[in-house]
């Protein structure tokens, strides 16, 4: 898995520990209400933090193409593991196979439009990895 740049990476240990804290051992054993955690989430990360998952729902752990809800695109939808990899953004922002015209779609048909690393992500890359 991609982990995000390193501060990112301290803020979301900080925010698992947090949240999980106000829990018993009891607790913990039962299952976590899932819409519940991620709205905790979402109003306690930083901005930049929930940049970084916005970017995550567009690209996969690996770098893969992925539908914006998570879902990786696929080459082949039978085989789970034909990700694709080797993709390119055309002056329209649209998602096409590298060094074609050829539109990539989504599985319920739409082209898949503007998937690419958030500038304000990259940044925070190129920033973070140069200290």
Known sequence: MMRPPDPL????QSLLDEYFSQFSEE????????EDFNRWLDNHASEE?????????????????CDGKGNDI???????W??????????DGYCVFKGT?????????????NPVLDKRVADMYECWSDN
């Open 74 to 80: 696929l080459l082949d939808e039978h085989n789970c």
């Open 82 to 91: 034909s990700w694709i990899q080797d993709w390119d953004v055309n002056e």
């Open 9 to 12: 990476w301290d803020e979301t």
């Open 27 to 34: 607790e913990m054993q039962e299952a976590i209400d899932e």
């Open 49 to 65: 933090l929930k940049l970084y998952w916005e970017y995550r729902k567009w690209v996969g752990d690996e770098g893969q193409l």
């Open 101 to 113: 015209d050829t539109l990539i779609m989504n599985y319920d048909g739409t082209p898949i439009k």
